[in-house]
């Protein structure tokens, strides 16, 4: 009967694999598939697979050993595999993104971070290819620690940055209303004051202000690399802010519409 040494039980080395490959899945953020961050997992069957050969008893030590840290390598490296993966779905939505000039040095930072990002894991992927158990948890321990404190914030800002991005154009087509709208209270104004019209436009103004004041946090949030959590923050409140302007720009539509001769197709 072969001796089972404590370092290799399912409990030890077994659970750090799990682990990382459990935050693999859980880490997965917005814009990610659920199928993909299903494939970057090491399931309980992938132990399992640990535990068999573990517990053959037709194996001699040596065998046993080799085949478990073969099993292992698989498994570490289909997890680092999938993880750069993700890296490229990031960096290629990061790449077709349109952003403001004003955001064009950020969008490159972020580009330049997800190249490090990529470095790293093809770094662990090597080192995988000349360790032994030991060293295959180790690496496992490090890509885990490295991930969440690094990678994952790093996700989370590129995904901010590209909604951000994307939501400029909201900002610009709110800017050619509020024209529009001052425009039309002006006009009315000028032939028949109305201080009704006149609080309505100042609310919607009001709302677009703040709007456009939040929208400015968050590039600076991203531009000083704030918690992902603070920016998203950000952009969501300018993104309400905004629905208060149109509703604003409501308002003022339905009092113009009062104003204005029946009949009046302007």
């Known amino acids: 009967m072969k001796t089972k040494y404590p370092a290799r039980t399912i409990a030890g080395v077994s659970s750090i694999l799990f682990a990382a490959g459990a935050v693999f899945v859980l880490g997965f953020f ?3 598939p659920a199928a993909h961050a299903a494939d970057c997992s090491i399931t309980p069957a992938d132990i399992a697979q640990i535990a068999a050969i573990q517990n053959d008893q037709t194996l001699g030590y040596s065998d046993e050993t080799k085949a478990e840290l073969a ?3 698989q498994l570490v490296g289909q997890t680092i595999g999938c993880a750069q993966k993700e890296v490229k779905m990031l960096q290629a939505s990061l790449a077709s993104t349109t952003a403001p000039d004003s955001a064009k040095q950020l969008q490159s930072q972020l580009a330049g971070d997800l190249n490090q990002a990529s470095g790293f894991y093809n770094g662990e992927l090597q ?3 000349v360790v032994g158990v ?4 180790d690496i496992a321990q490090n890509v885990l620690a490295w991930r969440a404190s690094t990678f994952l914030p790093l996700g989370e800002n590129v995904n901010n940055f590209i909604l951000w991005a994307q939501n400029q154009h909201l900002f610009n087509t709110a800017q050619s209303r509020m024209t529009q709208t001052e425009h039309a209270v002006s006009f009315l104004e000028n032939a028949t004051p109305d201080p009704t019209l006149q609080a309505a436009l100042n ?3 009001s709302s677009f202000n703040d709007a456009q004041s939040e929208n400015a946090q968050a590039q600076t949030a991203l531009t000083e690399n704030l918690s992902p959590d603070q920016t998203l923050a950000f952009i969501k409140q300018s993104l309400a802010s905004l629905s208060d302007t149109y509703q604003g720009f409501s308002n003022v539509s339905t009092l113009i519409s009062k104003a204005l001769p029946q009949g009046y197709c302007g």
């Open 30 to 32: 917005g814009g990610a």
């Open 71 to 73: 099993l292992r390598k």
């Open 127 to 129: 080192q995988l290819n």
């Open 134 to 137: 030991a060293g295959t948890k």
């Open 203 to 205: 609310d919607a103004q």
